[in-house]
C-alpha cells in the first residue's frame, strides 16, 4: 500500500475536523517518514559540536541604538498553550501570580505596553478564553493585531498498523497538541502573519510565557536586524542542569540544528549530555524575521519540514494498558535546522529563568529577583554568587495549593541562602531570613511551623 494510502484515513479524520491543508500537509511529512522507517533520532556520527558564537553581552550601544529605532516594526509573541497541570493548575500557567501579586501575563502585558510593542499569544483551546479575559484591564494592548492566535492539533497514531488511533468513551484523546513546532503553520493559517507584515511588523521576538527572562532586548534585536538572517535563536551555556535539554550541534556540511532529548540514541546519551562537548542550550527564545517567513512558507506549500519528534505514549495517558500510540511532535527550535541562513547568539542566563516546579517558583518569588520599572524581573544585584539549590518536599510543595499553603504570609528571604531543602510538612511564617545551607526535616504528620521573623541557617 502507498504512503499516500495509508495516510488517507489520516487526511480525512483532520479534514473531517475542520483542519487547514497545511497543518494535513504538515503531518503528512512526518507521517511520510515515520513509515520509511525514520525514527527522528539524530546520531553523534552525523553531528559536529559548536565551539564559540557571537556573544550577546559584548552588544554595544550601535546596535542598542539600531534595535530602538526598530521597535516599531517589532511583535511580541508569546507562546501560551500550556496548562500548568505539573503544578496542579487546571488553566494557563501564565495566570499564576509571581511577584508582587502580578501574574506572568500581567508583567508581560506591563512590559509591552512599557515598550510600546504588540503583544501576541499563541493559545491554545484550553487557555485562550482565561487567558484574553485576563488581558481585558490592558486596553493599550487593543488595536488592529489580534491579540492571539490558537495552535492546532494532530491525530495520534496507533502502534499497532499505523492507524489513527480511537478511543470512543473519550474522542478528544485521539488527538495531541502538536508542539511549539506548530506556531510557523499556525501564524500562516490563522491570517496572523500576513496582518502582522500588514500593520509594519517585520520582526518577531517569539519566548515561553513561564520565561520571565525572555524580555526584548533592543541590543539583540539590532544585531538580528543587521546581520539579515532570517531567523536566529538565543541559546546559553549548558550548566549540570541542562545535561537533558536540547542542545546546539551542526551538521558536516556546516548548518545549526537543534538536537532533542528525544532525537538521541541511547547509544549517544553519554555525549548528549556531555557539557563540555555540546556547550549551547537551546532557551526557545527566538528571533523572526517575519517578510523572510512568508516567502520561504510560500515557497513550500506551507510546509517547513521540521525534524518529527515520534513520542511514544498510551491513547488514554492515565491508563497504561490502553492502545500503544505515537505522537508526532515538532520543536520551533528545529527551525534553525532547516531554514538557510539561520543562525544562533549566545546570551547570558538571566535570560533564561522559565518557572517549570514550585522551586522555581520560590525563587522567583523570593528577594533573588526584583521587579523593576520595565516590569522585567531581573537578578537582585545585591546577590554576587550563583542562586541557591532549592529542594522542596513534592509530597506537601509540588502541586500549588500545597505551595501556598506553606507559604501563607509570603516566601522566605533567599538573597544570603547557598541551600535550602525541606523534607516534610513545614509551614513558613512571614519575614522568614535563610541564610547559608538551610535544610529542614519534618518527621512527623503533624505540620511544624516556622514563627515570623524566625532566622534560619549560619552567616
Not at 71 to 79: A, E, G, T, W
Not at 132 to 142: T, V
Not at 334 to 349: D, E, K, N, T
Amino acid at each position: 500500500m502507498s504512503i499516500d494510502a495509508r495516510f488517507a484515513p489520516f487526511a480525512q479524520k483532520m479534514t473531517d475536523e475542520g483542519l487547514p491543508d497545511v497543518v494535513i500537509r504538515s503531518f503528512a511529512h512526518s507521517f511520510a517518514q515515520l513509515l520509511q522507517g525514520e525514527t527522528g533520532l539524530i546520531r553523534e556520527q552525523d553531528i559536529r559540536p559548536v565551539q564559540s558564537l557571537p556573544d550577546a553581552e559584548t552588544f554595544g550601544v550601535d546596535l542598542r541604538e539600531k534595535g530602538r529605532e526598530l521597535l516599531s516594526q517589532s511583535v511580541l509573541i508569546k507562546l501560551n498553550g500550556g496548562l500548568g497541570t505539573g503544578m496542579g493548575l487546571d488553566k494557563a500557567k501564565s495566570l499564576l501570580p509571581v511577584k508582587q501579586g502580578l501574574s506572568f501575563l500581567d508583567i508581560i502585558a506591563r512590559q509591552a505596553i512599557s515598550a510600546k510593542i504588540p503583544l501576541v499569544l499563541m493559545n491554545s483551546f484550553s487557555t485562550q478564553q482565561d487567558s484574553l479575559a485576563a488581558l481585558e484591564p490592558y486596553p493599550e494592548l487593543e488595536g488592529s493585531i489580534p491579540l492571539d492566535f490558537l495552535q492546532h492539533k494532530v491525530p495520534k497514531i496507533c502502534v499497532d498498523g499505523f492507524v489513527p488511533a480511537c478511543c470512543e468513551e473519550h474522542p478528544a484523546l485521539e488527538w495531541n497538541p502538536p508542539g511549539h513546532g506548530d506556531i510557523y503553520p499556525a501564524l500562516l493559517t490563522s491570517g496572523l502573519l500576513d496582518t502582522l507584515l500588514d500593520e509594519g511588523c517585520r520582526y518577531a521576538f517569539v519566548s515561553n510565557a513561564d520565561n520571565l527572562g525572555a524580555v526584548m532586548d533592543e541590543a539583540i534585536l539590532g544585531y538580528f536586524v543587521e546581520s539579515g538572517a532570517p531567523f536566529l535563536m538565543e541559546v546559553a551555556d549548558r550548566t549540570d542542569a541542562d545535561r537533558k535539554g536540547g542542545h546546539l550541534a551542526r551538521t558536516a556540511e556546516g548548518q545549526l540544528l537543534l538536537r532533542e532529548v528525544a532525537q538521541c540514541a541511547d547509544e549517544d546519551e553519554a555525549c548528549f549530555q556531555d557539557i563540555t562537548r555540546h556547550r549551547f542550550f537551546n532557551t526557545n527564545s527566538l528571533w523572526i524575521d517575519l517578510r523572510q517567513l512568508k516567502d520561504i512558507l510560500d515557497k513550500n506549500h506551507g510546509v517547513l519540514g521540521l525534524a518529527p519528534i515520534y513520542n511514544r505514549k498510551t491513547v488514554d495517558p492515565r491508563d497504561p494498558h490502553s492502545d500503544a500510540v505515537i505522537q508526532v511532535e515538532t520543536a520551533m527550535g528545529s527551525a534553525i535546522g532547516v531554514i538557510q541562513g539561520a543562525v544562533a547568539i549566545r546570551v547570558p542566563r538571566s535570560r533564561f529563568a522559565p518557572v517549570k516546579t514550585t522551586n522555581d517558583l520560590l525563587a522567583v518569588r523570593s528577594d533573588l529577583f526584583l521587579l523593576n520599572d520595565d516590569f522585567c524581573v531581573v537578578p537582585n544585584p545585591k546577590r554576587l554568587t550563583p542562586a541557591p539549590g532549592i529542594d522542596l518536599d513534592g509530597r506537601y510543595y509540588r502541586l500549588i495549593d500545597g505551595f501556598e499553603a506553606r507559604f501563607p504570609h509570603g516566601v522566605p528571604s533567599l538573597l544570603a541562602c547557598d541551600r535550602l531543602a525541606v523534607k516534610g510538612d513545614i509551614v513558613f511564617g512571614g519575614d522568614v531570613v535563610c541564610r547559608g545551607d538551610v535544610a529542614l526535616e519534618n518527621p512527623n504528620e503533624q505540620p511544624l511551623f516556622i514563627d515570623d521573623f524566625t532566622r534560619l541557617g549560619g552567616g
